[in-house]
């Protein structure tokens, strides 16, 4: 395992969500924290998005059958003048003391998972509050405290896939019972002009 400092990435074992962590990294942006094995689209995807919140394009028609790799971003709030040495007290109070780090950072967080726009926000509010922790984490090349301040986040990110994967099955089982009736009706009003009856 790595740092911030050794410009190594972290690397999350066992998470549910394929996740990219990207945040400055030398002179330039970089992967900081990661779960096993994230696949190169997302990391593309990841360097070509500027805004605060991202998803890729998707069509709602085409949503109810494809099988493509959703892939979703949030970013937290400007993490500029947060003190490096903190406190560790519980995760979204961490205190700080003296010291303050000059260099920018920002933190932005990156998923391949089904998402909806409410989640999306909720993901992004959850991400921000544990920033300031998750900052003294990698800062301190410390683990656990990454794991802890990101596994909130995470959490939201994979029940939010499980319930939009819940709503598409829904959603496909109705539209299959309405092409069924719509089927059973031509075909009776079909028989019906044909034969007579």
């Known amino acids: 395992m790595g740092n911030n400092r050794s410009q190594r990435s972290v690397v999350v074992q066992g998470s549910p969500v394929e996740f990219i962590l990207v945040g400055a990294k030398g002179?330039?942006?970089?992967?900081?924290?990661?779960?096993?094995?994230?696949?190169?689209?997302?990391?593309?995807?990841?360097?070509?998005?500027?805004?605060?919140?991202?998803?890729?394009?998707?069509?709602?028609?085409?949503?109810?059958?494809?099988?493509?790799?959703?892939?979703?971003?949030?970013?937290?709030?400007?993490?500029?003048?947060?003190?490096?040495?903190?406190?560790?007290?519980?995760?979204?109070?961490?205190?700080?003391l003296e010291h303050s780090d000059e260099r920018k950072s920002g933190y932005r967080l990156y998923w391949v998972g089904l998402c909806s726009e409410s989640a999306l926000r909720e993901i992004r509010e959850v991400f921000n509050l544990y920033a300031a922790d998750l900052k003294y984490g990698i800062e301190a090349g410390d683990i656990e405290q990454i794991e802890w301040t990101l596994a909130p986040t995470l959490l939201r990110?994979?029940?939010?896939?499980?319930?939009?994967?819940?709503?598409?099955?829904?959603?496909?089982?109705?539209?299959?019972?309405?092409v069924l009736l719509y089927t059973i009706a031509l075909l009776f009003f079909l028989a019906r002009y044909l034969f007579g009856f």
């Open 27 to 96: 002179s330039h942006d970089g992967v900081l924290v990661s779960s096993e094995g994230p696949q190169l689209d997302l990391i593309g995807f990841a360097a070509s998005q500027l805004t605060e919140t991202y998803q890729s394009p998707r069509s709602i028609l085409l949503s109810l059958f494809d099988s493509t790799r959703h892939m979703n971003g949030v970013s937290s709030f400007s993490l500029d003048n947060l003190p490096v040495e903190m406190l560790e007290t519980k995760p979204g109070k961490a205190i700080g």
């Open 157 to 178: 990110c994979s029940t939010a896939n499980a319930r939009q994967k819940r709503s598409r099955r829904i959603r496909n089982y109705f539209l299959a019972l309405f």
